[in-house]
């Protein structure tokens, strides 16, 4: 039997992964524990980084929190070898079949880089912008990420 957290988190993990495969990315998934060179929490998103956070830590997670986890996921995107990367808080109030209001948090770097600013990487912008997952999902697709958008 596993620990309260790691329910918790695997709950999570698993709500962001079918958000994500009824959104453009059919392959996401739970990412297999990495170890050391830890890789975020869903796999399947070829060249993307995501971070997931759950229960009570995210529903209440302070600016500290967030600051750390983002520098956590700056990490796991690199030992990714992804592009873009981002972290994913579980609301409060919001269940897991409402995953795409959960808090999604992408640095403006990240942002930039998804609509196809051409400055991007000449300078790092490591403040944060949080949306939901929705609306970070459709930047990713829009950018260039899972399947293409279709034409409305």
């Known amino acids: 039997m596993t620990n309260k957290p790691k329910r918790i988190g695997t709950a999570a993990e698993t709500a962001v992964a079918r958000f994500l495969q009824a959104n453009g990315f059919p392959e996401a998934e739970r990412r297999q524990l990495r170890g050391v060179l830890d890789a975020g929490d869903i796999t399947g998103c070829r060249h993307v980084c995501i971070e997931v956070k759950g229960g009570e830590a995210a529903k209440s997670a302070s600016d500290?929190?967030?600051?750390?986890?983002?520098?956590?996921?700056?990490?796991?995107?690199?030992?990714?070898?992804a592009a873009v990367g981002f972290l994913v808080m579980q609301r409060r109030a919001v269940g897991p079949k409402n995953a795409g209001r959960w808090w999604a948090v992408l640095t403006v770097d990240t942002i930039r880089r998804l609509v196809g600013?051409?400055?991007?990487?000449?300078?790092?912008?490591?403040?944060?912008v949080r949306m939901h997952l929705a609306d970070a999902v459709h930047l990713l697709r829009e950018g260039g990420y899972g399947d293409p958008l279709e034409d409305s």
């Open 117 to 128: 600013d051409p400055y991007y990487n000449t300078t790092y912008y490591d403040q944060t």
């Open 64 to 81: 500290g929190d967030v600051v750390a986890w983002m520098k956590e996921v700056r990490v796991e995107t690199l030992n990714a070898d």
